[in-house]
């Protein structure tokens, strides 16, 4: 066994001591009625997840009920419950089990910060450029003042300004050539990604400033996201980070690259109108196969056959997340992350539940991802862009080619939080506690 910590092997018999007095909470306040309460809890969710499947796949009356039920089915849980004066009992132990899971994460998670991706001293800047895009996240380059900030610290601005659509490629390789020897983004994951290839083509750190709406990227580099304007003291008190690109097409993606069901979605013109509106008109072709292509991928020995919706990601995203709607736990690994979705039933829409081991749902991961289709073309979503890809589309990975310039502290920065694994737990909380590092 990994040498351990004494603050780990606390944690995790505090994991233990809290999971039991769960279960006792509800064996000795439940008593019999334990295996009830359960049983009703699993259904209620398990009708909840079937329920907003058919509100996906259905249309009018048909969706106007199952949204009905959808709601329906946790108040439900909750009325029997406290029918048995017993919501306080599941709400305890509830909040045990929570405890228990969040001190076996912080258990088991790396005791060294070995495993995180090293920092290099910031190479001396004296000519920085930052493209800045106005328009992004509703306006976050004024409202935090990021033009002003970055002049302060002697970068050279250029502002995304219009009227029409600017070549941003174009313009970061024009300012290399003009000088520029770091080259940065204020703006969305997008715009960062069409950056970060240039710079990385040309050697120069790479600086990014969270000023998008979701900016994931910004998020697994340990950015603060609530205040982008603190990613510029990279430039008075910075370290340097080597990070993976990814590529999709020739394409170059920091976070992902989407297949199928959302790809199709976001090219639709009516998309950037009414996206809520949109998504649920075309979803229930797209989910029972009507529609769209039939998609086919191969990464390494795993072979996707007809998903929904294929995501390959820049690095995996951690276990549990099917959406990439989480975080990475390094940007340096070396490989693809891929995850393909294919439900066909309400059943397998509530086993998602079951995370990685759903039977609708297959992760593998590659350095090499290539995706092919029943016809010449297939929408994609890169970095959140809606882009059309002709098949095959081969994913690859970019092994440390981008360096990125970070402030030093970082508020975003979190140890990597693994798979509980209670086997593994056990053995750590029995340890005595003279042993272990």
């Not at 302060?152 to 024009?174: M, N, S």
């Not at 715009?191 to 240039?198: K, M």
């Not at 690259?257 to 072709?285: I, W």
Request: proline share 6%.
């Amino acid at each position: 066994m990994e040498s351990t910590t004494s603050r780990q092997r606390w944690l995790a018999r505090a994991s233990l001591a809290s999971a039991t007095a769960s279960v006792l909470v509800l064996a000795v306040f439940a008593g019999l009625r334990t295996i009830a309460l359960v049983g009703v809890g699993l259904a209620g969710t398990a009708i909840t997840a079937a329920a907003v499947w058919w509100a996906l796949t259905r249309r009018r009356l048909a969706r106007a009920l199952a949204v009905l039920l959808a709601v329906a089915a946790p108040v439900w849980v909750l009325v029997t419950y406290t029918g048995a004066h017993l919501a306080w009992v599941v709400i305890v132990a509830a909040a045990l089990w929570l405890l228990a899971v969040a001190a076996g994460r912080r258990a088991l998670a790396p005791a060294d910060r070995a495993l995180a991706m090293p920092e290099r001293p910031a190479p001396p800047v004296r000519h920085p450029v930052l493209i800045m895009n106005p328009r992004s996240g509703g306006g976050k380059v004024e409202r935090f003042r990021l033009r002003e900030k970055a002049a302060e610290l002697g970068a050279q601005v250029l502002l995304l300004e219009g009227p029409g659509p600017t070549d941003v490629a174009e313009l970061a390789r024009k300012a290399a050539a003009e000088g520029a020897d770091l080259l940065g983004v204020a703006g969305g994951d997008g715009t960062q990604a069409l950056v970060a290839e240039v710079a990385a083509g040309l050697d120069l750190p790479f600086l990014v400033v969270p000023a998008g709406t979701r900016n994931h990227f910004a998020l697994d580099l340990g950015l603060d996201r609530e205040d982008p304007s603190l990613a510029l003291d990279a430039l008075r008190d910075g370290v340097e980070l080597r990070v993976d690109l990814g590529l999709a097409g020739g394409r170059t993606f920091v976070n992902n690259v989407s297949f199928g069901a959302y790809a199709e979605v976001v090219q639709s013109p009516a998309y950037r109108d009414g996206k809520t509106r949109t998504t649920l008109d075309l979803l229930p072709d797209l989910l029972v196969g009507h529609k769209g292509a039939r998609l086919t991928a191969r990464a390494g020995d795993t072979t996707f056959t007809g998903p929904q919706a294929l995501l390959v990601s820049n690095n995996p995203y951690g276990t549990g997340d099917i959406a990439g709607l989480g975080r990475r736990a390094r940007l340096d690994g070396g490989e693809l992350g891929a995850v393909g979705v294919d439900v066909t039933s309400a059943a397998q829409a509530a086993g998602l539940l079951r995370g990685g081991r759903a039977t609708g749902l297959t992760t593998a991961t590659a350095t090499t991802v290539v995706v092919d289709a029943d016809r010449p073309s297939i929408p994609a979503g890169v970095d959140g862009e809606a882009l059309t890809l002709p098949v095959p589309v081969r994913c690859e990975i970019r092994p440390r080619a981008l360096r990125v310039l970070v402030p030093r502290h970082r508020p975003g920065l979190r140890p990597t939080r693994p798979p509980l694994d209670w086997r593994r737990l056990s053995r750590l909380g029995l340890l005595s506690t003279g042993r272990g590092g």
